[in-house]
């Protein structure tokens, strides 16, 4: 199996008759979804959909995400999956980047894709989720043959990352990539095809997409996802469905834990609970143990990396902050500021070497050479690792927000808000919350009157709802060095 459409065929065949989707009411067995992917594929190669081209893919968790993702990789697109919160700006932007040609959304969104490809210059067309084929009224995908020969190093799909140049970094990850990140995950968290995942860590975003979606249908098990967040919906899918796997990110066990229920859920089918984009809080981890029996466990990785570890250890007690030991095949290195291998317990930057690792960034030279050397990916994260092996996240390099898993550049956020005519300057940063991630924090100087909620509303519309800072401080100056340089760490909480 050399490609993403390979794998997936291969899975398919040998897991027919089993449950591949179980969305709601609706249960889709593997061989109904192939079809479903196939039809699709059709669909999109007599639209003039060809290999190489770019098509965004808008929409919640659910079976037309699955179908839409596999069904452009069979024709040899590339997939770029959106975020569903993002706005006006940030869409046009992806789009622009990626050159997508073609959109498959849902009618749900129609109004802000409609205005977003009315100002771009480049043509761009429109799929509905809701024409995507029935698998009762699918055409019979052996009538006509794709012909798509696809090269294992061509990208599968574009995501992105943010970093220092200010503006998010587009990362093309291979079907190489994938299908080594795949079959290291199944082997390090041996799963099978008895599993049951929960899917509710967004599909746009490399920890659900890859952690729940794709692990899930690489390994033949069964897929539930679910559109949003909801405590009870999670409470009850856990239950009746007697999921055994749940990767999320840490607000969701953080919020479980929290939670009063009428009568407390029973989640003993659970076998691995994980979480990934942030530290889990101990304290609400073991409130979490003490309410449904099993500990979270914290994965590692990066959109431009895949999944680097996890901790699977026996003794999960006494090490609930560590990210565990490199999953299968994946090397990690802890370079002190020198460029020498750290020493235990010593602090250094993360480096990681593998198959599923980009080799670079698109058309950014500058920064390749700044964060690939050697066969390394410099991550920007810092950490160390103890005496057992175990490594430990202990920051970043850059002040990257974390809410909610998604890391947010302040940079982006500080453009819109300096474009507000009541605005000279303006910071934003994360603060922590009880649940492990960050608040968006903007601290801002005026050079007019202006209240916080007019700065709120300023920036709705702009930039997806989680960007949007949750508190504002007005301040008559900034802190600064000599040079002129604001001093983020100054406006941190506690300095």
């Known amino acids: 199996m050399k490609t993403i459409p390979q794998m997936f065929s291969s899975v398919a065949k040998l897991h027919a008759k089993r449950p591949a989707v179980v969305d709601g009411e609706k249960v889709v ?24 081209d770019r098509v965004a893919l808008l929409l919640p968790n659910g079976l037309d995400f699955v179908t839409g993702y596999f069904g452009i990789a069979a024709v040899g697109a590339i997939v770029v999956p959106m975020n569903d919160h993002y706005q006006h700006t940030e869409l046009l932007y992806f789009f622009d980047e990626c050159g997508v ?27 509905w ?14 009538s006509e043959d794709l012909n798509v020969d696809i090269a294992q190093e061509t990208p599968v799909m574009y ?37 049951r995942f929960l899917g509710v860590a967004p599909f746009s975003h490399v920890n659900g997409l890859m952690r729940s979606m794709m692990a899930s249908l690489r390994a033949g098990a069964a897929l539930y996802p679910l559109a949003r967040f909801d405590r009870q919906a999670i409470a009850e899918t856990v239950e009746r469905n007697r999921i055994s796997i749940f990767i999320g990110v840490p607000f969701m066990p953080s919020m479980l834990a929290k939670s009063h229920f009428r009568r407390r859920p029973d989640f003993s089918s659970l076998r691995l609970c994980m979480t990934a984009s942030a530290p889990m809080p101990k304290k609400l981890n073991q409130q979490f143990y003490e309410n449904f029996g099993i500990y979270v466990r914290q994965l590692y990785g990066s959109t431009e990396t895949g999944t680097i ?18 999953i299968a095949g994946v090397e990690v290195e802890v370079f002190t500021e020198d460029g020498q291998i750290a020493k235990s317990g010593e602090i250094g930057e993360f480096a990681v070497k593998s ?7 698109d058309g950014l030279d500058e920064v390749n050479k700044e964060v690939f050397r050697d066969g390394y990916f410099l991550t920007g994260d810092l950490g160390k690792r103890d005496e057992e092996g175990l490594l430990y996240l202990v920051g970043r390099k850059k002040f990257f927000i974390n809410k909610g898993g998604y890391k947010i550049d302040p940079y982006e956020i500080e453009e819109i808000l300096e474009s507000h005519p009541r605005v000279d300057e303006a910071v ?19 050079n007019g009157p202006c209240t916080e909620e007019e700065i709120v509303e300023y920036c709705r519309g702009k930039i997806a709802d989680f960007k949007i800072p949750s508190l504002v401080e007005f301040r008559d100056s ?15 909480p506690g300095v």
């Open 309 to 326: 570890s996890a901790n699977l250890g026996l003794r999960i007690e006494g090490s609930l902050d560590s990210v565990g030991t490199p």
């Open 428 to 446: 934003a940063l994360g603060v922590p919350t009880p649940f492990g991630d960050e608040k968006v924090k903007a601290v801002i100087v005026l």
């Open 29 to 52: 067995l593997y061989e109904i979804l192939e079809k479903r992917i196939r039809t699709l594929a059709l669909k999109l190669y007599r639209m003039g959909i060809r290999q190489g």
């Open 101 to 127: 040609s073609l959109l498959i959304t849902s009618r749900d969104f129609a109004p802000i894709c409609r205005q977003v490809l009315s100002v771009r210059k480049s043509p761009c067309q429109l799929f």
């Open 159 to 195: 995501q992105f990352s943010s970093g220092s140049t200010g503006r998010p970094k587009r990362i093309g990850r291979t079907h190489k990539n994938l299908l080594f990140e795949l079959d290291s995950l199944i082997q390090t968290l041996r799963i099978t095809h008895e599993d």
């Open 129 to 142: 989720a809701e024409d995507l084929p029935d698998a009762c009224e699918s055409d019979d995908p052996s």
């Open 478 to 492: 900034l802190p600064k060095s000599p040079t002129g340089k604001i001093r983020r760490t100054m406006l941190l």
């Open 355 to 361: 198959e599923a690792t980009i080799k670079s960034y």
